[in-house]
C-alpha cells in the first residue's frame, strides 16, 4: 500500500491551500481515509476523516474552514483548507484503514497505512 501526499506549501493566514492523496495497493472505496496533522513540538491530531459510506467527520479545529472529498474512481483523497490561521501550520499525513469503522475514525490508531506528510506552513 502507497499513499502519495502533495500540496503543501506556504500561504499567507486567511488564504487557502488544497492537500491531495493518491492511494495505491488498497480497495480504495472500501476503506476508511484520514487526515492527520503534527506541528512543531506537539502530537499528532486528527483532522478530517472520509468514511466508506461518504460521509465526513472533522475536528472541531478545522470545522466549518476545510473539506475533506474523496474521488474513489481516481484513488484519491483532498483536503480544501479555507481560512487557514498560524495555527493549522503542521505537517499533514494522510492515512487509510481499510477495515476502519466510523467511530473509531478520530484515532490514530485505527488507521494501518500512512502517507509521508506534507508540509502546511501559514505565516501572518
Known amino acids: 500500500v502507497q499513499l502519495q501526499a502533495s500540496g503543501g506549501g506556504l500561504v499567507t493566514a486567511g488564504g487557502s491551500l488544497g492537500l491531495s492523496c493518491a492511494a495505491s495497493?488498497?480497495?480504495?472505496?472500501?476503506?476508511?481515509m484520514g487526515w492527520f496533522r503534527q506541528a512543531p513540538g506537539k502530537e499528532r491530531e486528527f483532522v478530517a476523516a472520509?468514511?466508506?459510506?461518504?460521509?465526513?467527520l472533522y475536528s472541531d479545529s478545522v470545522k466549518g474552514r476545510f473539506t475533506i472529498s474523496r474521488n474513489n474512481a481516481k484513488n484519491t483523497v483532498s483536503l480544501q483548507m479555507n481560512s487557514l490561521k498560524q495555527e493549522d501550520t503542521a505537517v499533514y499525513y494522510c492515512?487509510?484503514?481499510?477495515?476502519?469503522?466510523?467511530?473509531?475514525?478520530?484515532?490514530?490508531?485505527?488507521?494501518?497505512?500512512w502517507g509521508q506528510g506534507t508540509l502546511v506552513t501559514v505565516s501572518s
Open positions: 492515512a487509510a484503514a481499510p477495515r476502519g469503522i466510523q467511530s473509531a475514525a478520530r484515532w490514530s490508531g485505527t488507521y494501518e497505512y
Open positions: 495497493g488498497l480497495t480504495f472505496r472500501a476503506s476508511l
Open positions: 472520509s468514511t466508506r459510506s461518504g460521509g465526513t
